[in-house]
């Protein structure tokens, strides 16, 4: 049987390292985490915590990059859970790649997002976000599919972790493993050469936190950051997949 090829888009200050810590704990399934990432550091001059280890340490042509997607599984596993972050996906990239995959947008409040992005960053632009990347990538899949990908939004997600992984697995034909909702603590060998700038909380965890309101009082500049990717967000949480 052909590899099941999950890809998860999701923006910065997600949920995005703990769901890649969910599937890796499956039996069944290898990951790989954010693949684009150099190339992205490397296209765009950005300067990202340990910018030359990441640009030295992975591939910065996207090409290549790509085609490996979509080539042998590592370790011949029947699963491959790709975590992806959607502002990698830049406009010279070209997508049709990603119809060899089933994708999965993964969503969070912009409110949030920001919040948090602004504790490791000091500016921060709706593209930083992926927001708007996430809903040009939607409307890219619904085309292609003629029908909405799936959509998960993380504040759901962690009032119901079982549910949204049972119901995801379903949707892939999957079964479920208890394995999914808790894991080991500490680093992965799968984790990226940036997890030490990243993944402290998640290094700590073993499952996914429950879910909590967040503080997010924004002002100025960063509230329309905000409030410029919040149409987007709402558009696409419409189209939440249903939860039993």
């Keep these: 049987m052909k590899p099941l090829r999950i890809a998860m888009w999701s923006g910065p200050r997600n949920i995005s390292t703990a769901m890649m810590r969910a599937w890796e704990n ?12 150099a190339a992205y550091l490397a296209d765009t001059g950005l300067e990202h915590p340990g910018r030359e280890d990441v640009i030295a340490g992975g591939e910065t042509d996207w090409r290549l990059v790509t085609r490996s997607l979509l080539g042998p599984v590592p370790g011949g596993k029947p699963i491959w859970y790709q975590k992806h972050m959607s502002h990698h996906l830049l406009p010279e990239m070209a997508t049709e790649w990603v119809f060899g995959l089933s994708n999965v947008l993964l969503i969070r409040d912009p409110a949030e997002v920001v919040a948090s992005y602004l504790k490791a960053r000091a500016e921060v632009t709706p593209e930083d976000i992926g927001l708007p990347q996430q809903g040009e990538l939607f409307d890219l899949l619904c085309e292609h599919l003629g029908e909405a990908p799936p959509v998960i939004d993380a504040g759901d997600f962690l009032r119901a972790p079982e549910a949204h992984l049972r119901a995801l697995c379903g949707r892939f034909g999957l079964d479920f493993s208890d394995a999914m909702l808790s894991w080991p ?3 992965r060998a799968s984790d990226g050469i940036w997890a030490p700038h990243w993944y402290d909380a998640v290094r700590k965890s073993t499952g996914f936190e429950a879910w909590r309101a967040r503080e997010s009082a924004l002002t100025g500049e960063f509230a329309a950051v905000a409030e410029a990717c919040r149409p987007v ?12």
């Excluded at 967000?233 to 039993?244: K, N, Q, S, T």
């Design 26 to 37: 499956r039996a069944d399934c290898t990951v790989s985490d954010e693949p684009l990432y």
């Design 185 to 187: 603590a500490g680093p």
């Design 233 to 244: 967000y709402e558009r696409l949480r419409e189209h939440r997949m249903p939860v039993p």
